[in-house]
């Protein structure tokens, strides 16, 4: 089993920084697509970012790209990702989540990954 533990949410200004980061811990998800979703009041889980560990590619949601970079450390076996220029609409619960592929058909679709954190909640404040 995978276990995954969000941190680093909290209040913030708009326009401020915030890092999250996803610790994991159990069966090595250390070769494995990893994502970050997020569900605000009232709406559905959306896609925010996602990265494969063959060739580091990157995916990013329209509406955070430039604003947000996620990035991995396998050694510490830890997925990050870097809020710059924060918006009141970020507002929200942020899930980390790992595949238990490689590459995944969809990075962007929530289907593809079978584990999740608990979240962690991100408030940006006007």
């Known amino acids: 089993q995978v276990q995954l533990v969000e941190s680093g949410g909290g209040l913030v200004q708009a326009g401020g920084s915030l890092r999250l980061a996803c610790a994991t811990s159990?069966?090595?998800?250390?070769?494995?697509?990893m994502g970050w979703f997020r569900q605000a009041p009232g709406e559905e889980r959306a896609f925010v970012a996602a990265?494969?560990?063959?060739?580091?590619?990157?995916y990013y949601a329209d509406y955070v790209k430039g604003r947000f970079t996620i990035s991995r450390d396998n050694a510490k076996n830890t997925v990050y990702l870097q809020m710059n220029s924060l918006k009141p609409e970020d507002t929200a619960v942020y899930y980390c989540a790992a595949s238990r592929m490689v590459i995944p058909a969809s990075m962007t679709s929530e289907t593809s990954y079978a584990y999740w954190g608990q979240g962690t909640h991100v408030s940006v404040s006007s």
């Open positions: 990265i494969r560990w063959i060739g580091g590619s990157t």
């Open positions: 159990g069966r090595t998800v250390s070769n494995n697509a």
